[in-house]
């Protein structure tokens, strides 16, 4: 398998340290709110990641952090009148609710800073004594002229760091850049007893703190996060962890862009800033999760609601044949066998699909290559209705192979009929289809289809379809939004 590294700028072979055992860490969310969409494309790419490791036959170890000490949890919690705990404690939760609707993988840690309070201090006091870290006023700043390798994942050198700098100068820090380890807890701010008095930890030192407190002082093999964490915060992980031990601290680093929702042509409720929540409830978590995989992870994702329309779309046509395959299943009696050709051709795709992923993590492609088996599975004749055992067969391997591909991903795993159903509530709100007119044309023509008027119900389903409604005979409710 092959992972772009931020840190070498190239696609690099991916050998975790030990073979058998991935050890990789994200940096998780600050829990002070509801969570925005686009902090999800990490956790859904990242999933697909620690799956695919995991047919691949490894066992992975992952580890997704909470930052619970954080300015604007307490900003928040002074608000309230409460404990920034009670706020932390709060998001938390929430979070987990969307992250377990949308079906990803549990981590197998999620640390939380304040469980970690002991690991931060004796990390500081490590690189306060290993001559990279000093202290001013109770203050403690990392030296970063004191770590030669500096910059070497942003690829930013330390001369041009000076020149350019336009931020306000600490008088206290001696480059710029050093950035705070540790510092004085202020009035209303939570606390925590350290050689240097009651303080709370800076941003950056949580997560490597995190990482060796729980994987050891070793190197880690993947590093993952937002490509706005590269610098300073991934940068200032560097310094610290390699600050502390002298040894590499994170083999491959890996960064998924951002998303870009585009303003105008967004449907009035999308709005710009979209929780992962309405999100959810305004459409569906499915959704969310192809939007965001059939895109590579290191592209820019643009949403506006055209390209939800066309997701929409995509997944009612593999849905539609899940749900055919469900149909045939479950009105054929006896065992058939399976069309040969089907079967090489699903055996082709999962070779490259493999390939796909293996180059990193391509799930665009992936994606491609299941609606090339929808389309296999949707050639096999079941317009005649007349399935026989040999179509149940076929249908039974297609189900099965949809099914394994897609949980890597959280895909496809939905009960078909439920799911289109959502996907005509949705286009009937987006779309503005009066539904009560639909319903009694659909009516008329059942009534006219019984009184056997072909001339009234071909009349009636010309109606329907030019309101955009699509008839399906005799699969679920019998007919469908057109997509
Ligand atoms: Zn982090």
Known sequence: MKVYNTLTQNKDEFIPNDQEHVKMYVCGPTVYDFLHIGNFRGAIVFNLLRNWLEVKGKKVTYVYNYTDV?????????????????????????????????????????????????????????????????????????????????????????????AGQRVEVDVRKKNPYDFVLWKPSKEGEPSWDSPWGKGRPGWHIECSAMIQGIFGKETIDIHGGGIDLIFPHHENEIAQGEGRTGCQYCNYWMHNNFINMSGEKMSKSLGNVMKARDFMDKYHGEILKYLFLSVHYRSMLSIDSDRIFQVISALDRIYSAVELANNVCESVEGDGTVDKNFQKTLSDLNMKIMNSLDDDLNSAEFISFIFEGVRAFNALGFKTKKWNANHKENSKVFKSWIHSKGAMAALFQEDPTEIKSRFDEILIIEKEINIQQVEELILKRKIARENKNWEESDKVRDELVNIGIELQDGIGKGWTIKK
């Open 70 to 162: 954080d300015d604007k949890i307490i900003k928040r919690a002074n608000k309230e009148g409460v404990d920034s705990s009670v706020i932390s404690e709060r998001f938390i939760e929430e979070f987990e609710k969307d992250f377990n609707r949308l079906g990803l993988t549990p981590h197998e840690h999620n640390p939380r800073v304040t469980e970690f309070m002991d690991e931060i201090i004796t990390f500081v006091d490590d690189l306060v004594k290993n001559d990279k870290a000093y202290i001013v006023d109770g203050e403690i700043f990392y030296a970063i002229d004191k770590f030669s390798d500096y910059g070497k994942l942003s690829k930013k050198k330390l001369d041009d760091l000076e």
